[in-house]
Nanobody, 115 residues
């Protein structure tokens, strides 16, 4: 019974910060990596940030320098610190866990950046 539970979404003003959390449970296999994706209305899902296990993080071009991904391998959990938020960051944010043959997704959390 694998479950990824996201939290931390909400409404924030432009230039503000928000920290998303995603706690995973029920995963018995090795996690190859964990990541955050987002999907805005009318747009395709896009990679925000990914943290491979034992590797360096990578970020989508639109968030480089503003967002930071981190992981707690023991829980396991993945976090996304979002700074200098822009209205174009408004989207549903999804966390995922990549396994050898399966990818698990969270249900998504809404992030709205507006004044």
């Amino acid at each position: 019974q694998v479950q990824l539970v996201e939290s931390g979404g909400g409404l924030v003003q432009p230039g503000g910060s928000l920290r998303l959390s995603c706690a995973a449970s029920g995963i018995s296999e090795r996690i190859i990596g964990m990541a955050w994706y987002r999907q805005a209305p009318g747009k395709q899902r896009e990679l925000v940030a990914a943290q491979p296990t034992g590797g360096s993080p990578n970020y989508g071009d639109s968030v480089k320098g503003r967002f930071t991904i981190s992981r707690d391998n023991a829980k396991p959990a993945v976090y996304l610190q979002m700074n200098s938020l822009k209205p174009e960051d408004t989207a549903v944010y999804y966390c995922n866990a990549l396994l050898k043959r399966t990818t698990y997704w969270g249900q998504g959390t809404q992030v709205t950046v507006s004044s």
